[in-house]
């Protein structure tokens, strides 16, 4: 059964703090995605990958920044935490088509506190 | 850019019924559009893909149309049951981008029994 496994389920961290959300694929995906979700804005782009070390900002990419050094993994990082980045963080992954629909992970609920 | 306009409001059908949901574009013309089922705290699952040479797509108990002259996607489920409770995504590729898309707010289903 093909995957997408976000590291952690839920995270608390405190203001400052320099936080990394890890997320892995095993379907050999060239694109992987980083989305926030909140309610009543619903899923928001914050970064995309196509290959391994390029990226590309979505729409809301202040704040974070991505890693990709191997295919199959994907890191976001929150260079100094706010609370307004309270959030759920989803991970998804797709073939380099992008036709056929997204596998995401099941997220990472994250609290800054 | 793009906007995409779902009703928020949740929907209450009776079990047995057929559900459909609306999911309307403007300003732009996508290459497809993109379904999507959530469940509470779960990443979205993709269900359907429909390109806009096509006019309907069939998957089991769902069906999708697309009417690119409305720049509008229907997703129906038929034969409604209690199970396919959950929020309803659609998605659409950014303009010029085919590879990533943006998501509507989403739509609450509620197949009451």
């Keep these: 059964d093909v995957k997408v496994t976000q590291s952690s389920r839920y995270l608390v961290k405190r203001t400052g703090e320099k936080v990394f959300l890890e997320c892995v694929q095993d379907m050999d995906h060239e694109n992987m995605f980083w989305y926030r979700q909140d309610p009543g804005l619903g899923l928001r782009l914050i970064y995309f990958s196509y290959d391994v070390k390029m990226k590309e900002k979505g729409d809301i990419p202040e704040g974070y920044s991505v890693s990709r050094e191997k295919k199959e993994r994907f890191s976001l990082i929150l260079e100094s935490a706010s609370t307004n980045q309270t959030s759920m963080y989803l991970c998804a992954s797709s073939s380099l088509s992008g036709g056929y629909g997204y596998t995401f992970g099941s997220g990472t609920r994250l609290t800054v506190v | ?113």
């Design chain 2, 1 to 113: 850019s793009q906007k995409i306009e779902q009703n928020s409001e949740a929907l209450n059908i009776q079990e047995g019924k057929t559900a459909t949901l609306t999911c309307n574009y403007t300003n732009y013309s996508p290459a497809y559009l993109q379904w999507y089922r959530q469940d509470p705290g779960r990443g979205p699952v993709f269900l359907l893909l429909i390109r806009e040479n096509e006019k309907e797509k069939r998957k089991e108990r769902l069906k999708v149309t697309f009417d690119t002259t409305l720049k509008q996607s229907l997703f129906h489920i038929t034969a409604s049951q209690p199970a396919d409770s959950a929020t309803y995504l659609c998605a659409l590729p950014y303009s010029g981008g085919y590879q990533k898309v943006t998501f509507g707010i989403g739509t609450k289903l509620q197949v009451i029994p």
